[in-house]
Structure formats: structure tokens, C-alpha cells
């Protein structure tokens, strides 16, 4: 278990992958969702979670993660 603040843990399909809550995550979650704005991100968060968003909350998480450690 990653017990660094920002980070989890998760494991897909008996692969484990590590997800980081960054700066970097933001920015990749404003890209996919097509947010203009780190309050539009915020305030379309604040209107609930469906399926999708957690989806894509996991995969900008994981991005991030790989991005900071020099991943592709």
C-alpha cells in the first residue's frame, strides 16, 4: 500500500497500478472531460459522480503518476 500523501494503489485486470493526486492530474482531468477551467473542473466535481467520472478520475490519476515518474 502507498502510503504517501496523493497516492493510491489499484490493481486492473492483475495489473497493479499507482494513481497521484498532482497538479499533473488536474490538468489531465480538465483535457479529457473538455473542462475550460480549474473552477469549471471543481464545480462540474461538486454536481456528483457517475461511473464515467470515476473512470476517468482513476485513468488521470494513473497518467499522472506515470508522467512524474518518466513513464509513457
Known amino acids: 500500500m502507498n502510503k504517501r500523501r496523493g497516492y493510491f494503489d489499484i490493481e486492473l485486470n492483475g495489473q497493479s497500478y499507482t494513481g497521484h493526486f498532482s497538479l499533473n492530474f488536474?490538468?489531465?482531468?480538465?483535457?479529457?472531460?473538455?473542462?475550460?477551467?480549474?473552477?469549471?473542473?471543481?464545480?462540474?466535481?461538486?454536481?456528483?459522480?457517475?461511473?464515467?467520472?470515476?473512470?476517468?478520475?482513476?485513468?488521470c490519476a494513473i497518467k499522472a503518476n506515470s508522467m512524474e515518474q518518466g513513464e509513457k
Open 26 to 59: 488536474w490538468a489531465e482531468l480538465e483535457d479529457l472531460r473538455g473542462y475550460s477551467s480549474l473552477e469549471e473542473t471543481l464545480y462540474e466535481m461538486r454536481k456528483g459522480f457517475n461511473v464515467s467520472k470515476i473512470r476517468d478520475i482513476i485513468f
